[in-house]
């Protein structure tokens, strides 16, 4: 990818953007990886050492510390009312509503296909198994799976 292409984006040393990515005003840090089909909107963040999996979302407001494994197709909410329009029926813009921000912690994985409501925080090393939707925090070192999504157990490290 070239980087007239990168719009506003910020890359550290050895970050590799597979084709048909999306990405502008977001950060990604050294030696991270981006799969095919990914889009990071601005403000958003990617620690060191990252792989962000195929066909995933990463919204505006996810900040995603070092070492995080994010799997195929994850997707991050950061709206918790989301509407097209006001009540008076015209079209809502970015000062109608506010980001919610979410934070996964160093170390963690998050499985395909789950989906990260806003204004949570995966800990340290936990793991997110495939399929669930997190709808609280994620304490370190636990493994969450479900719909919603439940502790299951501490990671023994």
């Not at 984006?9 to 990515?21: H, M, N, Q, R, S």
């Not at 919610?100 to 912690?105: C, R, S």
């Not at 198994?129 to 997190?134: D, K, L, P, R």
């Amino acid at each position: 990818m070239e980087k007239k292409n990168l719009n506003n984006v910020k890359l550290g040393k050895d970050v590799k953007i597979f084709d048909f990515v999306n990405l502008y005003g977001c950060s990604i840090d050294d030696y991270s990886k981006v799969g095919t089909f990914v889009e990071i909107q601005k403000n958003a963040t990617v620690g060191k050492n990252c792989k962000i999996s195929s066909h995933t979302f990463i919204c505006e407001g996810v900040h995603i510390e070092d070492n995080v494994f994010i799997g195929h197709n994850v997707t991050f909410i950061n709206d918790k009312y989301p509407r097209a329009t006001n009540i008076d029926g015209s079209m809502q813009t970015e000062s109608d509503w506010s980001v919610v921000e979410t934070f996964i912690k160093k170390g963690a994985s998050i499985g395909s296909s789950s989906t990260i409501l806003c204004g949570v925080t995966v800990g340290e090393n936990a793991i997110v198994g495939a399929g669930s939707v997190v709808t609280k925090d994620v304490p370190a070192n636990t493994i969450v799976a479900g719909v919603p999504a439940k502790p299951l157990k501490k990671k023994t490290t």
